[in-house]
């Protein structure tokens, strides 16, 4: 196997290759790893992706079923029925963005891709040559081949992004200048605080591509991982506050109350009594296994962490003023839409006092 691939990479490939020209179509075949021009592709079939990562998807397949496919991007062009983005979920890390995505694999009509690979590896090659052209298409395409559409009830398509990925906004933008971005951030040292309990990779240096993200040249001592965290959360939390008008913003402390009374509506999306009774059972668990979830620390754990974070506040209190600013400006336009109704009924009942008794005689007579 290609030496140039990472671990993570290997243990998404296997050694069972099919010919390309074998096959009728790629129908069930999803791309996973990109190198220069070449995309490696594994077997999926009809199985729905339902774990908390696309990673935990494709490496929990059955060993006697795992396939694999090599190709060139031409390949990308063989796929038609495909769904269109309905949104991306940008975010912090650790802010709830994984119970999200795991709450929507509950509902039939949605496909969710949480955190694809083949997204983090496209966009490596994409920040190491920016100047080329086609970028845009590839995207475009790359998602296409993720939102393949298996089973007909399927309408919907959730794509969660890594974190490093708010740097790529732009790149998503120009090639889907009409799909929503959601933004899901939570205070910045509760944020540092679980990784401190689990470091992801994004904060420890080395591991996520340095061309992903555009942190500051502080220099650290070796081992300095909080400061480092900072840095990493500066970055991801400035480049929101950048590219602000382009975010829905959602805070963890919505959740998961808004996903139903909220969320859903804003995309159209109906619930029967069933699914919405199993999200709310799943949002009484940990996003990223089956243990009962029993509440977040009081907030003076999160003390020690307050002032690693003060560089990161202002960012995070833009946002939350942004968001607020919207809620604020929502709450109008339906308290003034209301006095509106109220207004024309009672013009309605002044002018037309008797038009109730007319429908009733014409329902008598009827």
Known sequence: MNEDFSANE??????QDVPFEQLESLSGWYPVVARNDQLWWRFVGERRFTEPFFYDSITGIDHAQKRCLHTSFQALDGFEDTLAPTAFIFHTSRC??????????????????????????????????????????????????????RFT????????????????????????????????????????????????????????????????????????????????????????????????????????????????????????????????????????????????????????NVELCATVYPYYEKLERLRLDHLYNQACKSANAVKSINASAKSSNRTDGNSGNCCKRGSSSG
């Not at 290997?10 to 050694?15: E, Q």
Request: charged share 25%.
């Open 96 to 149: 709830g963005s994984t119970l999200l995505s795991q709450l929507l694999t509950f509902l039939s009509s949605c496909v969710v891709m949480s955190e694809p690979t083949i997204i983090d590896s496209y966009l490596s090659l994409y920040h190491a040559q920016p100047e080329q052209s086609g970028a845009e298409k590839a995207l475009r395409q790359l998602i296409g081949a993720l939102g393949q559409r």
């Open 10 to 15: 290997r243990a998404l490939l296997c050694n």
């Open 153 to 304: 009830e399927e309408r919907h398509f959730f794509i969660k992004l890594d974190s490093w990925h708010i740097k790529s906004l732009p790149l998503f933008r120009k090639a889907f200048p009409d799909t929503p971005f959601i933004f899901m951030y939570r205070k910045p040292e509760e944020v540092l605080a679980s990784h401190q309990r689990q470091r992801g990779p994004q904060m420890v240096p080395g591991l996520v591509d340095s061309a992903l993200m555009e942190l500051d040249s502080e220099p650290l001592e070796p081992g300095e991982l909080d400061k480092y965290s900072v840095k990493v959360l500066r970055h991801f939390f400035k480049a929101a506050c950048d590219q602000a008008e382009e975010l829905i913003l959602l805070n963890y402390n919505q959740l998961p109350q808004i996903i139903w009374t909220d969320l859903l509506d804003l995309f159209s999306i109906a619930l029967s009594p069933a699914e919405l009774e199993a999200m709310k059972n799943r949002s009484g668990l940990h996003s990223k296994n089956t243990a009962k979830f029993t509440g977040d620390p009081e907030p003076a754990a999160y003390d020690a």
